[in-house]
């Protein structure tokens, strides 16, 4: 493809560029990819990612948003009708995990301080952690239908501390994917 052929000149930068850096998340840290990196993989001038994005933040920052809506998808989907309270947790938590230790560099970009601010996330990471926490919480509600608030927002934050840990030991190497489900089932027993 030459560069007056390129998807940039025919009004698809955006998908292009977002998928390009997709890809190269799959292979490298954020932290690592150049926006003229980036246009080599869309096969762009290499001066269109700062046409659409400004900088490296703004990169990151779309990436992470087209990351946490995949990591979202997947949460979501292990959500499946009919499994009892401690069967939801259990594969809502596998899916967060898995999506993670599948992902690891996506997943270290969502998270990221600098890419999402904690406590104020851009307005399309809002309402895709809002699905996240509300869905984590409702699950949590579920393990004990007695609780009152309070104790139900403790149960969902121990067991995202619970995944988040997990995936990041798994990426690490420290544990093995065989054992993100025992140790899942293990901290709901609890």
Not at 55 to 70: H, P
Not at 140 to 154: F, M, N, Q, S, T
Request: net charge negative; glycine share 8%; proline share 6%.
């Amino acid at each position: 493809m030459s560069r007056s052929d390129a998807p940039y000149h025919h009004g698809n930068l955006g998908p292009v560029l977002e998928a390009a850096g997709v890809e190269l998340l799959a292979q490298k840290p954020h932290s690592s990819i150049s926006l003229r990196e980036l246009a080599r993989e869309a096969d762009v001038s290499h001066n269109a990612p700062y046409h659409h994005f400004g900088d490296k933040t703004g990169l990151f920052k779309r990436l992470g948003e087209v990351s946490m809506q995949r990591l979202v998808d997947q949460f979501l989907a292990a959500d499946a009708p009919g499994l009892d309270a401690q069967e939801r947790a259990l594969a809502l938590g596998a899916a967060y995990v898995e999506f993670a230790v599948d992902n690891p560099h996506a997943f270290t970009l969502i998270y990221d301080p600098e890419v999402c601010v904690p406590g104020s996330p851009s307005e399309t990471m809002a309402p895709l952690i809002r699905q996240l926490e509300d869905t984590l919480g409702d699950a949590a509600a579920g393990l004990d239908p007695e609780a009152d608030a309070g104790r139900v927002e403790a149960r969902a934050t121990a067991l995202w501390a619970t995944m988040q840990g997990l995936a990041y030991l798994v990426i690490a190497g420290h544990l093995t994917r065989a054992q993100i489900r025992p140790a899942i089932a293990e901290s709901l027993r609890r």
